[in-house]
């Protein structure tokens, strides 16, 4: 069985640009999650899915970050622009219904 | 602000040895309790998961949970070098709007030495 498949891997971007990330969740997996993991701390929550409803996104800076998830599937989020603070890894994880969150490889963005 | 507290380390021991790692956690209300270890470079791993008071095992991984002290701990049995990792202590909430949220720790660093 496939695990949460996130794309690209790896972006290096000049500050004020934009930058997308893309998220494929585990196949029946209604519950999706973004988080940001800055180098040397754990995780946190930017936002959480529930199907196509975004439940809690309390954590998102609005003014820069936004993110859908079309259909209850796949999963976009956006940054624009780009900050140099905005450098970290954005991981994508899914659950069946709040259960185990298993997490994506992760998109490590480098902003110059 | 719901706070999970883990020394950042580094832990190192040599091979075979007891591993011990701890975490406290501010939200007397938490319900559930994981375990994640991270790879260098990689993304975090669920490696054990325990919800009630006591121990609970699963091969050389035990963890350990009291509510009333809010603390939860893992312990790793015959450490291996491959165990070499960071370990990351997740707790979610009670339940409302922050329902299957995971807070998580900063992580432990762990080092295995031959």
């Known amino acids: 069985e496939a695990g949460v498949v996130q794309s690209p891997r790896y972006k290096i971007i000049e500050k004020k640009q934009p930058v997308a990330f893309w998220c494929n969740p585990i196949s029946g997996h209604n519950t999706l999650y973004w988080y940001r993991q800055n180098l040397g701390q754990g995780p946190e929550l930017l936002i959480r899915?529930?199907?196509?409803?975004?439940?809690?996104d309390s954590q998102l800076p609005k003014d820069r970050f936004s993110a859908e998830r079309l259909k209850g599937v796949d999963s976009t989020l956006k940054i624009q622009p780009a900050e140099l603070g905005d450098s970290a890894v954005y991981l994508c994880?899914?659950?069946?219904?709040?259960?185990?969150?298993?997490f994506g490889e992760g998109s490590w963005l480098t902003v110059v | 602000q719901k706070e999970v507290e883990q020394n950042s380390g580094p832990l190192s021991v040599p091979e075979g040895a007891i591993a011990s790692l701890n975490c406290t956690y501010s939200d007397r209300g938490s319900q559930s309790f994981f375990w994640y270890r991270q790879y260098s470079g990689k993304s975090p791993e669920l490696i054990m998961s325990?919800?009630?008071?006591g121990d609970k095992e699963d091969g050389r991984f035990t963890a350990q949970l009291n509510k009333a002290s809010q603390y939860v701990s893992l312990l790793i049995r015959d450490s291996q070098p491959s165990d070499s990792a960071t370990y990351l202590c997740a707790v979610t909430p009670r339940g409302g709007s922050t329902l299957g949220r995971l807070y998580f720790g900063r992580g432990t660093q762990l080092t295995v030495w031959p």
């Open positions: 994880a899914s659950s069946f219904r709040g259960n185990t969150i298993y």
């Open positions: 899915y529930e199907n196509e409803e975004a439940v809690d």
């Open positions: 325990i919800y009630s008071n």
